[in-house]
C-alpha cells in the first residue's frame, strides 16, 4: 500500500511537471512569432513573509503572520502559446542583519512560473522555485544567561546555505504598467509535518509589456 | 524607484542571532538522531513515570524540530535505550572537564543519538531552579556523537510543578543544546534561557540556528529531504499529504482557468 502510494505520488509529479514542461515548450501561434522571444520585462519590489503562522513571534505566543523583509526582484516573459507566458525570475531577499553583524543572512529566490491571463486585469501564475537561504557567520562569543548564571555562547563563523524546491501560486492584478501581486511558495510540498508557506506582496513595474 | 530602494535597504531590520554551544560550530553528522530515554531512568521527585516522560519526547520534536524545511535535521523519538551507567545518579562532564571526567560516578555517553534521563546529582543543577542540564559530551572530530539530558529529580524539583505543555517546552529546548545550538536573547525563541508565558513554535532565532547546523541540500519538493520515520503529534506514523488533494488542487486550478477562459469566450461572442 505504501509503495504504492509512493508511485502515485510520482507519477503524479511525473504529470504535474509534464504539465509545465508541454506549456512551456509548445510552439508559439503565429501571432506570438516576433524577431524578440521576449515580451516583457518587469521589476518587483515588495516584502516576504518566511514561513507563515509558523514562528512565534514573542513570549506569548503570538505566531507571525506579516513581516517586513524587503524583496527587489527582475523578470522577463516569454509567450509559449497563445495562452500561456512563461516568466523567470529572479528576487533576492535584502540582507538582514543579527545581532549586530554576527550573522548576516540572505534568501535568493530563482523561480519560474507559467502564467495565464483570463482577464486583462488578472494574472494567476503557476511555478516553481529554489530557495538559497544563506547564512554568513562572522563568529565570536557572548555570555549570556544560563540557568542561574551565565555561559559563554558562541556564535557561527562559516557561511552556509539551505537549499529547497518550492511549489508556488500567485495572482497578480495588473494596472497599466503596474501590478500587484501576491506570490506563495509552498515548502515540503509532499511532507505534512515540514510543510511551510511563505509569501511576498509585489509592486511590480512592467518596463515592457 | 531609487528612494523607494534605499528606504528598502533602510528598513531592513537588525534582528537578535543565535548561537551555537561550543567554538567550532559541532553538529551531529548524520542527519536523522534518535532521541530515547533511558531505561533506568527514575523520576519519583519528578513525580512521573518514565514512561510518561517519554511521552514527552514526540511532541517536543514534532512541535518544533522537525517542521523547518529548511534543516535537514530529522530527529525520531526511539523509546528506551539503556541502562547507562551513573545516568540517573551520576555527574555530567563536559568533554574538556578533566577532573569530573576522571571522577569514577560520570555518567557514560551513549555511544549515539540523544538520551534523556532524570537525575539528582546536585552538582550538576546549578541552584534550585535549574529544571535540566545537557551536554553534548562525546565528539568525533568536529562531529557530536552522543548528547545527554537530564532532568532535575532532586527533592523539590522546579521541573515537578510545571505543565505538561512547559515540560514539552523544555525537553524540546534541551534537545535544541543537543543538537548544537546555545542561547540567544530572543524571548520569542525556544532557545531563550527561561521559559515564557506561551510556548507555541520556534522562533526564527531556532530555525535560523537548526537551518545553519543541518542546511537542506535540494529538498525535491520534501521528496530528498529526510528519510526518518515521520511522527504525528499522538505518536503514530503521519500519513504525507494525500495523492487526491494534490491531484485535487492541480484539477481545481486547470478547472478555474478553463471556466475563465470559457466565460471570457462567452462574453466574447455575445459582445459580437
Known amino acids: 500500500m505504501i509503495a504504492s502510494l509512493g508511485m502515485l505520488r510520482n507519477l503524479f509529479i511525473v504529470v504535474f511537471f509534464t504539465y509545465f514542461c508541454e506549456s512551456a515548450l509548445a510552439v508559439p501561434n503565429s501571432s506570438d512569432r516576433s524577431s524578440s522571444r521576449i515580451k516583457q520585462v518587469y521589476f518587483n519590489l515588495g516584502t516576504h513573509t518566511q514561513f507563515y503562522n509558523a514562528i512565534q513571534n514573542d513570549g506569548s505566543g503570538g505566531l507571525r503572520k506579516i513581516e517586513w523583509k524587503p524583496v527587489i526582484g527582475a523578470g522577463i516573459g516569454i509567450p509559449m502559446t497563445t495562452n500561456f507566458i512563461f516568466l523567470p525570475e529572479f528576487n533576492w531577499v535584502l540582507p538582514q542583519t543579527h545581532e549586530g553583524s554576527k550573522i548576516f543572512s540572505n534568501l535568493f529566490m530563482f523561480r519560474g512560473d507559467i502564467s495565464h491571463r483570463p482577464f486583462g486585469w488578472l494574472r494567476l501564475r503557476l511555478g516553481t522555485s529554489l530557495m538559497w537561504a544563506n547564512q554568513q557567520g562572522r563568529g565570536g562569543s557572548a555570555q549570556m544567561n544560563n540557568g542561574n548564571g551565565s555561559s559563554t555562547f558562541y556564535y557561527p563563523d562559516e557561511n552556509k546555505s539551505s537549499l529547497n524546491n518550492t511549489l508556488d501560486f500567485g495572482i497578480e492584478a495588473m494596472f497599466e504598467k503596474f501590478a500587484f501581486r501576491l506570490q506563495t511558495y509552498t515548502y515540503s510540498f509532499f511532507v505534512k509535518e515540514q510543510k511551510q508557506l511563505s509569501y511576498s506582496l509585489f509592486l511590480t513595474y512592467y518596463w515592457k509589456k | ?272
Not at chain 2, 504525528?232 to 482557468?257: E, R
Open chain 2, 1 to 272: 524607484m531609487q528612494i523607494l530602494i534605499i528606504l528598502l535597504i533602510t528598513l531592513s531590520s537588525n534582528v537578535q542571532a543565535y548561537t551555537l554551544n561550543n567554538n567550532f560550530g559541532a553538529s551531529f553528522k548524520d542527519n536523522e538522531v534518535s532521541v530515547s530515554v533511558d531505561a533506568s531512568s527514575s523520576c519519583a521527585n519528578v513525580g512521573m513515570t518514565p514512561y510518561e516522560l517519554e511521552e514527552l519526547i514526540v511532541p517536543a520534536i514534532v512541535n518544533f524540530w522537525n517542521r523547518v524545511p529548511t534543516s535537514s535535521l530529522r530527529l525520531k523519538s526511539t523509546s528506551f535505550t539503556g541502562p547507562y551507567a551513573n545516568i540517573t545518579t551520576g555527574r555530567l562532564c563536559a568533554p574538556t572537564d578533566t577532573p569530573c571526567i576522571t571522577s569514577g560516578d560520570r555518567i557514560i555517553a551513549p555511544v549515539n543519538d540523544i538520551v534523556i534521563s532524570c537525575n539528582d546529582f546536585a552538582a550538576n543543577f546549578e541552584g534550585p531552579t535549574v529544571l535540566a542540564v545537557t551536554i553534548p559530551n562525546k565528539f568525533s572530530g568536529k562531529s557530536i556523537t552522543g548528547a545527554v539530558i537530564l532532568i532535575n529529580n532532586r527533592d523539590q524539583t522546579p521541573f515537578a510543578t510545571l505543565s505538561k505543555k512547559d515540560k514539552i517546552g523544555v525537553i524540546a529546548h534541551e534537545i535544541g543544546h543537543a543538537i548544537g545550538l546555545g542561547h540567544t536573547n530572543d524571548k520569542a525563541a525556544l532557545m531563550y534561557y527561561r521559559i515564557v508565558d506561551q510556548r507555541k513554535a520556534l522562533g526564527e532565532d531556532d530555525m535560523m540556528g537548526v537551518s545553519y547546523l543541518y542546511p537542506m541540500k535540494l529538498d525535491g519538493f520534501g521528496l530528498l529531504g529526510g528519510c526518518g520515520t515521520i511522527i504525528s503529534n499522538d505518536g503514530t506514523a503521519a500519513k504525507d499529504v494525500p495523492f487526491w488533494q494534490m491531484a485535487a488542487t492541480l484539477g481545481l486550478f486547470i478547472a478555474i482557468l478553463e471556466m475563465l477562459k470559457l466565460l471570457k469566450r462567452s462574453k466574447t461572442s455575445s459582445s459580437t
